[in-house]
C-alpha cells in the first residue's frame, strides 16, 4: 500500500588530503583504505550505520581514530592530514571546490544512495501533502 517517488541521489566520497597516497587516484575500491587512519561520523548517523555495515560485509578494517557529529570538523581533519573520512558528496562541495580535500570516488559507484518519498497510495492526500510533494520534487 506504500508509494515512492524517487527525489534525490547523491554519491558518498573518500576525503583525503593533498599529499594523501590515494589523491591521485581517479577511483578506489574499499579493500584501498583497509587499516587506514579513519575518521568517522558519530554513531546513529545514516552514513555511519551504512559504512559500519559495509565495512562488516566486505570485512574491511580501517584504524578509527575518532568521530565526531560535525561535518566540517571532519573535513578540517582531513584538510590537516590527520586521517581520511568518506562523506556525502553533496555536503562537501564547498570544501571540495575550494580544493581544501580532495574527493576519490569508488569504483563501481558502490556509495551512491538515491532519497524517496514514501506514502501510502490509499490515503487522501491532503493539500498540505501535495505541496510538499511538488516543493521536494522541484
Known amino acids: 500500500d506504500l508509494s515512492s517517488i524517487q527525489f534525490g541521489h547523491d554519491r558518498l566520497v573518500l576525503l583525503v588530503p593533498e599529499n594523501h597516497p590515494l589523491a591521485n587516484k581517479e577511483e578506489v575500491t574499499l579493500s584501498d583504505i583497509q587499516g587506514m587512519?579513519?575518521?568517522h561520523r558519530d554513531s546513529g548517523s545514516a552514513v555511519r550505520e551504512y559504512l559500519d555495515k559495509l565495512f562488516a560485509e566486505k570485512n574491511i578494517q580501517v584504524?578509527?581514530?575518532?568521530?565526531?557529529t560535525?561535518?566540517?570538523a571532519l573535513i578540517h581533519a582531513v584538510e590537516k592530514g590527520?586521517?581520511?573520512t568518506i562523506l556525502p558528496y553533496n555536503m562537501c562541495l564547498d570544501e571540495i571546490t575550494r580544493k581544501r580535500v580532495i574527493p576519490v570516488f569508488f569504483k563501481d559507484n558502490l556509495l551512491e544512495r538515491n532519497y524517496y518519498v514514501v506514502y501510502h497510495s490509499q490515503k487522501i492526500m491532503t493539500?498540505?501533502?501535495?505541496?510538499?510533494?511538488?516543493l521536494i520534487l522541484q
Not at 63 to 68: A, G, H, I, K
Not at 127 to 134: D, I
Open 37 to 39: 587512519t579513519f575518521l
Open 63 to 68: 584504524d578509527t581514530l575518532w568521530q565526531s
Open 127 to 134: 493539500a498540505v501533502m501535495k505541496n510538499f510533494l511538488n
Open 82 to 84: 590527520i586521517g581520511i
Open 70 to 72: 560535525s561535518t566540517h
